[in-house]
């Protein structure tokens, strides 16, 4: 399958600070990437869809301006997220969909954590 | 009303035994369907996926859909407690729109040595 990349794997970081996640795939070109957060024992949340060279599309109730998204290549896409909060809090995952294709294969996601 | 609805579990079998895995949704314009297993802590992996009616065999793995009935299922052969997972039943199509996926809340599998 597809292989998908996410660095960093693991971040601690102070609330109010900006942290940004970049997600790649290395052996196909992504022309979508999605992100995704998820809860302890909950299933994955789709935050938003990143085509590449477009605007994000936000699902209802991700706030645009706190999660920055943007997909400035066909194997990089990147998640900002701003003013971190505790509640901020979770694992991020991205994954990619190359053209043609409707299978998404993940990265092996991001674990924030704001204090 | 959920869109895709799993069984939460967890589903327990003993080792070297069959795990049936069950997944229903309700709209019928979805066109492609997957498998993800799990492991805790760690992502989603693609284990199968199906776009047509019928039955579709990967190894230990048979994914099985039923679109008048709306279900798809998993079938694994030989169960080994590595397969002891959570299992996402995912599907994308005219419900979610074009290539989103819609997740079920997933099932979690113990394989029992």
């Known amino acids: 399958g597809a292989v998908v990349s996410q660095h960093p794997s693991r971040v601690i970081c102070k609330s109010g600070t900006s942290v940004k996640i970049e997600c790649r795939s290395l052996d196909f070109q992504a022309t979508t990437m999605f992100w995704y957060r998820q809860f302890p024992k909950k299933s994955l949340m789709l935050m938003a869809t990143s085509n590449e060279g477009s605007k994000a599309t936000y699902e209802q109730g991700v706030e645009k301006d706190k999660f920055l998204i943007n997909h400035a290549s066909l194997t990089l896409s990147t998640l900002t997220v701003t003013s971190a909060h505790p509640e901020d809090s979770s694992f991020y995952i991205c994954?990619?969909?190359?053209?043609?294709?409707?299978?998404?294969?993940f990265g092996p996601g991001t674990r924030l954590t704001v204090t | 009303q959920k869109e895709v609805e799993q069984n939460s579990g967890p589903l327990s079998v003993p080792e070297g035994a069959i795990a049936s895995l069950n997944c229903t949704y309700s709209?019928?314009?979805?066109?492609?369907f997957f498998w993800y297993r799990q492991y805790s802590g760690k992502s989603p992996e693609l284990i199968m996926f199906i776009y047509s009616n019928g039955d579709k065999e990967d190894g230990r793995f048979t994914a099985q859909l039923n679109k008048a009935s709306q279900y798809v299922s998993l079938l694994i052969r030989d169960s080994q407690p590595s397969d002891s997972a959570t299992y996402l039943c995912a599907l994308s199509g005219e419900a979610s729109g074009t290539y989103k996926y819609i997740f079920g809340t997933g099932t979690r599998l113990k394989v029992l040595a």
């Open positions: 994954s990619g969909l190359a053209g043609g294709s409707y299978e998404q294969y």
């Open positions: 709209d019928r314009g979805s066109q492609s």
